[in-house]
């Protein structure tokens, strides 16, 4: 079990956009572990709150790019929508598992 706090002094939001390209057109839904995915928490159009998980909604603009992060969270996010990222993120884990 992970117990790690992040400081609550640091500007997520800031952090992300410099990172990623925020916003879109493209919407994805995201199921997010409770205390995870706080550069996706950041940035979120919305956020349904659920018990162990929750529903992230965010806008993005490139697929390859936001499969990309998505994957940088491991097992920690999954794609509920649309199929499209849901399959690249797939496609993405199963290389990442098959080069090891």
């Known amino acids: 079990e992970n ?9 997520w939001k800031h952090i ?16 997010v572990s409770k205390g995870r995915g706080q550069l996706l928490r950041q940035r979120a159009d919305a956020v349904e709150v659920g ?17 990309a992060e998505v994957c940088s969270f ?13 399959e690249r993120v797939i496609k993405k884990l199963t290389e990442i598992v098959g080069a090891s």
């Open 74 to 86: 491991g097992p920690e996010v999954v794609v509920l929508e649309p199929a499209e990222l849901r």
């Open 51 to 67: 018990d162990g998980v929750d529903h992230v909604t965010i806008h993005f603009a490139d697929l390859d790019d936001f499969a």
């Open 3 to 11: 117990d790690y706090e992040p400081p609550n002094d640091v500007d």
């Open 16 to 31: 992300a956009t410099r990172m990623f390209k925020t916003g879109g057109p493209i919407k994805a839904t995201l199921a």
